[in-house]
């Protein structure tokens, strides 16, 4: 075990009883750092970085943190984040403040920041850097030999090779499938947040090495308004990309159907070395953002199902925007990796009172009165659609291995105000306006996809970027 350590106030009650005693011994490496939980995207904005440390102090009240070895983020350096992103992207992400942002103007738009859901906000490329190293590290322990690699600051599948979308800004999701595809020859990435992995699957579009699937609702202007049927990948990445478009209020049944009969068609079909699950909490019922009715237990079913192929699996966040069962639901999560089981009854700890009036980890957050619109038939279509294009598929699809790069160690302390969120949060259940929050720049992709045209510049293939000179 590294050698942070974490206030989580109150340990746990011995009424608990709890059974942190696994019944397989897996290697889960953690990854946080208390700083990450600290930074707040400004008045009003939907996006709290606080459910990180809400989540972590769940994770250490149960004693998850004893099952695992854990470990202090560490912020990713420019040349790492440039092995996806552009260099001028970057470095405006480096240069940008609040106090600057007006000598910036004229290339705020050019990168997508300074809008209502990418705001510029005090410390944000260190906030990125947190998430970015996150995932870059996890990944590179999964290459070592550790068998699950969680970190919830993670999964910020939006961002693009040179502009932020959807409160993303840097994706860590696409560098650490880069440092993964260095050893593995395949890797499936998989993603239940209620958007779609936009920005992931763009990276990857004509790549035959990684396979990207994302269940998310789909109608066409719904955020990001990408992710139909028929956007299955082009030239060698042809078939590899798979979408399940969905409509409001799935539930858990309905969801562990689709879930489960796409997926193990996927992994029988694409048979990958690793995998990567984005849990985004925003498909949970209840959140702000969101529109499906899954409950804590049917969300965290997948991150079991995937568990089930004893492969290689980083675990990261998303979105989640109702933040009490945010951390729920991650907290849950990290017990399904860790084979632990759970009481209902939360444990104490520093943030105990928000989690009223029930204080249940499995709380009652599902709309029982909520009209279901996925019919079994349209999933059925749905998945008839996906088996068509999986048949058409290369079985062995071409690898080019190079060396890991070695371990990089170190972070630094910073400070933060992420308190101010949690004013924010008075009222968890309203309603956030999509059309302030998130139809910015991304509505270019679905234009392009609709007439068929990609900028090439987003996509990823083999192991050489597509960017060009503009």
């Not at 004693?63 to 695992?68: A, N, P, Q, V």
């Not at 992710?227 to 082009?234: H, K, M, Q």
């Not at 729920?328 to 928000?354: K, V």
Request: aromatic share 12%.
């Amino acid at each position: 075990m590294s050698g942070w350590s974490t206030v989580a106030g109150p340990g746990p009650s011995s009424s608990l009883n709890l059974n942190i005693t696994a019944t397989e011994k897996e290697r889960v490496a953690y990854f946080f750092n208390e700083t990450s939980a600290k930074f707040h995207y400004g008045e009003g904005h939907p996006m709290k970085p606080a459910r990180i440390g809400l989540a972590h102090n769940l994770i250490v009240g149960y004693g998850l943190h004893k099952k695992m070895s854990c470990f202090s983020q560490r912020r990713a350096t420019e040349a790492e984040m440039t092995e996806f992103h552009s260099e001028d992207y970057i470095e405006f992400l480096r240069r940008v403040t609040p106090d600057n942002a007006n000598a910036f103007s004229k290339f705020l738009p050019r990168f997508s920041v300074g809008v209502d859901d990418c705001p510029v906000f005090e410390g944000m490329y260190d906030f990125f850097r947190l998430s970015a190293g996150g995932s870059i590290e996890a990944s590179r322990k999964l290459c070592a030999g550790t068998d699950i690699a969680i970190n919830w600051a993670g999964g910020l599948h939006h961002a693009k090779k040179f502009e932020a979308s959807g409160f993303c800004y840097v994706n860590d999701i696409v560098l650490g499938i880069l440092q993964m595809l260095r050893i593995y020859p395949r890797v499936v990435y998989i993603d239940i947040d209620v958007h779609h992995g936009d920005g992931v699957q763009e990276a990857f579009y004509q790549s035959d090495r990684v396979m990207t699937v994302s269940f998310h609702r789909y109608d066409g202007s719904f955020f990001p308004g990408t992710g139909s049927l028929d956007e299955i990948g082009i030239r060698g990445g042809r078939n590899y990309s798979v979408n399940v478009p969905l409509q409001e209020h799935i539930d858990d049944t309905s969801y562990a159907y689709i879930f489960e009969k796409v997926i193990q068609n996927v992994m029988d079909v694409f048979q990958p070395s690793a995998i990567v699950l984005q849990c985004g909490a925003d498909s949970l019922a209840g959140d702000r953002l969101g529109s499906f009715n899954l409950s804590i237990k049917g969300h965290g079913a997948c991150v079991a199902f995937m568990k089930k192929f004893k492969l290689p699996m980083l675990v990261l966040g998303g979105g989640g925007y109702t933040i009490r069962n945010v951390a729920r639901a991650w907290a849950y999560e990290t017990s399904i990796c860790t084979n632990t089981e759970l009481p209902n009854e939360l444990p104490p700890n520093q943030y105990y009172s928000h989690y009223g009036p029930d204080f249940r980890l499995h709380s009652n957050n599902v709309d029982r009165n909520a009209d279901n619109a996925n019919t079994r038939q349209y999933l059925d279509q749905v998945r008839a659609a996906i088996a068509e294009n999986l048949r058409n598929i290369n079985w062995a699809p071409s690898v080019a291995m190079n060396e890991i790069p070695p371990d990089i160690e170190g972070f630094n302390p910073e400070t933060g105000a992420w308190e101010l969120d949690e004013m924010e949060d008075k009222n968890p259940e309203m309603r956030v306006d999509q059309d302030k929050f998130g139809m910015g720049a991304t509505q270019r992709l679905r234009r392009e996809k609709e007439s068929n045209e990609y900028d090439e510049r987003e996509l990823y293939a083999d192991d050489a970027d597509q960017d060009r000179a503009e």
